[in-house]
Each structure stands twice: as structure tokens, then as C-alpha cells.
């Protein structure tokens, strides 16, 4: 079965990981799409979430040698090409929870070069890996990736929504564009469902369960952020409703307040 349904994609994820391996050779292990390709909730604008395994930590001279890669690729005649985003995990660092944190070579959306970054290394992106992750080569993720606790699953997406929640409402003017707007309220939807239920699903049935168990007040700014979602790459530089925008700090505010009660719970 081909990893995704979009034919260019798939021919621009072969190149990719033919390049990887190329450069990695015996050192690479593995290659998995994660995120919304992997739980389900992906379309055609989504941003393509993948994670490599490797036997240890890259050297500069393999590091040099993927930024070369990953630069061919975006310049490949295909929009997918521009939309990928993942990270280098040594194989050690990969199979549990306990080096969360640490910093892995990762390449940003939109992005030609690798940087380092913490982006990847959580408990989140090893839940998807070890439950839905597709491998795109090497064995099946759970022989990479052990199972994440649920208790570490939980604990984690409660701290990320009162950690990034509490950046968004003292920096607003970072996050003031319609991009921005919609990715918040459909992030704390997930997020709250996700943390009732204990594992992670994609963001519509996040949205889909928020308006079922919030005031039904709210039930309007989900469905008009749900349907300005598409075109990121555009709606990153348009500005937002400033109404809008107030009522979506509201919302954070709100859904923080029901995560105390869903964590206790």
C-alpha cells in the first residue's frame, strides 16, 4: 500500500528517503510519517510529519550531506516538497520517553536546512510513531519504539497547553494572523479531547468532541475556524479578525480552565 493517497507525494517521499539512505547508509534504520498522515486527520494541506531513526548521533560530515538532500527535495516541482517537517532520532534516544528534551537534528516546515530542535522529541510524537506510525522503509515502529504511559502521555499535553497557552496570552501580536487563529483553537481542541481519552487523534475529531462537551457558545468559532483552515502558507500573512482573535483568547483561557478538571479526572 503507498503511504499516503496523493501520488506526487508518495514520489517526492521516495526521493527523500532514497536520499537519506544514500547519505546515512548503514547507520540509517528507519524512516515513518507521523502526524495527521499517520492518525488519520490529514488533507491536502496538511504539513508532512516524519521522524528517521538512526544507529547513533549524525556527525557534521552527514549533517553537511542531508542539508544537501533536503535542499534538492524542496526544490523539487512539487508544492509537498515545500510542506515536509521531521527529525533525526539516534535510536537510543528514540525508544523511550526519558531524553525528552533533548535537542535532534530537525527539519522546520517550510525549511531547506536542519537545525536543532526539541520539536520532535516528546511523548507525543512516540505515541504516534509506536501506535499509527507508516513506515516508509525499515522494520514496524514498535520495534523502535516502546509504548508511551499514558499517565507520561497525559501529563505531557497538559503541560504543553498551560505552557503554550500562558506564551500565547503574554506575546499575542506573534500569533495575531488568520494562520495562527485557526491552528490555536483546533490545537486546544485536540489537545483537551486527546488528554480525556488518552491518546492522540486528529484535530477534527478533536473539534468534532469540543462542541459536544463545551458551552455551546463556542460551537461557532470552532466551525468558522475549521473552515478557514486550508492554505497555511497563505494565511500566515493575512491578518485576522481582531473579534475573532479576542474570542480566540478567551477560548485558551476557557480550555485551560477545562484541562485542570479532564487532568484531575
Known amino acids: ?152 502521555l497525559r501529563q505531557e499535553i497538559s503541560e504543553t497547553m498551560c505552557d503554550w497557552g500562558q506564551e500565547v496570552l503574554a506575546e499575542p501580536e506573534r500569533f495575531r494572523n488568520r494562520f495562527y487563529q485557526s491552528f490555536i483553537v483546533l490545537s486546544y481542541c485536540r489537545m483537551l479531547h486527546d488528554l480525556h481519552v488518552g491518546c492522540i487523534d486528529s484535530k477534527r475529531a478533536g473539534a468534532e468532541w469540543a462542541k459536544t462537551v463545551m458551552d455551546p457558545s463556542w460551537a461557532g468559532l470552532i466551525d468558522r475556524t475549521w473552515d478557514g483552515r486550508p492554505n497555511p502558507s497563505l494565511k500566515i500573512r493575512q491578518p485576522v479578525d481582531p473579534k475573532e482573535f479576542e474570542s480566540t483568547l478567551k477560548f485558551v483561557r476557557y480550555v485551560i480552565e477545562m484541562s485542570a478538571q479532564y487532568g484531575a479526572e
Open 1 to 152: 500500500m503507498p503511504p499516503t493517497p496523493y501520488p506526487e507525494l508518495n514520489a517526492v517521499l521516495r526521493q527523500l528517503v532514497a536520499g537519506i539512505q544514500g547519505v546515512l547508509g548503514d547507520t540509517f534504520l528507519a524512516a515513518y510519517l507521523q502526524g495527521s498522515f499517520a492518525t488519520g486527520g490529514f488533507d491536502k494541506d496538511s504539513d508532512v510529519d516524519f521522524i528517521v531513526a538512526v544507529e547513533d548521533e549524525l556527525s557534521e560530515e552527514q549533517i553537511e550531506s542531508l542539508n544537501r538532500v533536503h535542499d534538492r527535495i524542496y526544490d523539487l516541482d512539487c508544492p509537498w516538497a515545500q510542506h515536509l517537517e521531521g527529525s533525526y532520532f539516534p535510536k537510543d534516544v528514540l525508544r523511550t520517553c526519558d531524553q525528552r528534551g533533548k535537542l535532534l537534528w530537525y527539519l522546520e516546515h517550510g525549511d531547506r536546512f536542519l537545525i536543532l530542535s526539541e520539536h520532535c522529541n516528546t511523548a507525543v510524537v512516540r505515541w504516534i510513531v509506536h501506535e499509527d506510525g507508516i513506515a516508509l522503509a525499515g522494520p514496524s515502529p514498535e520495534t523502535l519504539v516502546d509504548p508511551v504511559p499514558v499517565e507520561v
